[in-house]
């Protein structure tokens, strides 16, 4: 009996993913029931599974991507108006103004900083994690499909 498999990938995954080596094409035979035969049968089925899981990741690192974008827009405006506050409340007490309602705004101005400063640091950490997870399906994609080309083609 003769194994040929093949691996059917959309546009999108095979543009995401970077296959193994392929080896020559060799008719094998393989004995029914074998173990070569039971992994190649079972082949397909990790890949498939490695290839939805990279998609779904894909469009998941691009929301983190967005939502990181908009933290970082966010800590950006956030900093600013912390320093415009300190800066004002300083110059307020240097002349002579009104020091507790500049003291309020320079603590509420905090405040949204570091809530900002969370959301951002979130934002960096889930897209890392997104990003790892997607280089670690590469790496098995790489080796089901160099098992596949070396012992089932």
């Known amino acids: 009996m003769r194994k040929f498999v093949t691996f059917g990938l959309g546009a999108l995954a095979a543009a995401t993913l970077a296959l193994g080596p392929a080896s020559p094409a060799q008719a094998v035979i393989v004995p029914p029931g ?3 035969d039971q992994v190649c049968l079972a082949l397909p089925g990790g890949v498939v599974g490695i290839v939805n899981q990279l998609v779904a990741n894909g ?6 991507t967005t939502e990181l974008t908009g933290a970082t827009a966010d800590l950006n405006l956030k900093t600013t108006d ?3 506050a300190i800066i004002d409340h300083i110059n307020t007490i240097d002349g002579g103004g009104n020091v ?3 003291a309020a705004v320079v603590s ?3 405040s949204s900083y570091s809530d900002a ?3 951002w640091t979130k934002a960096v950490k889930d897209l890392d994690a997104a990003q790892l997870a997607a280089q670690v399906l590469t790496m098995q994609n790489s080796v089901l499909s160099a098992i596949n080309g070396g012992l089932c083609v």
């Open 59 to 64: 469009t998941l690192t691009g929301l983190l």
């Open 108 to 110: 509420a101005r905090a």
């Open 100 to 102: 507790a309602s500049t």
């Open 34 to 36: 074998s173990v070569t």
């Open 117 to 119: 400063a969370a959301r």
């Open 82 to 84: 912390l320093v415009n």
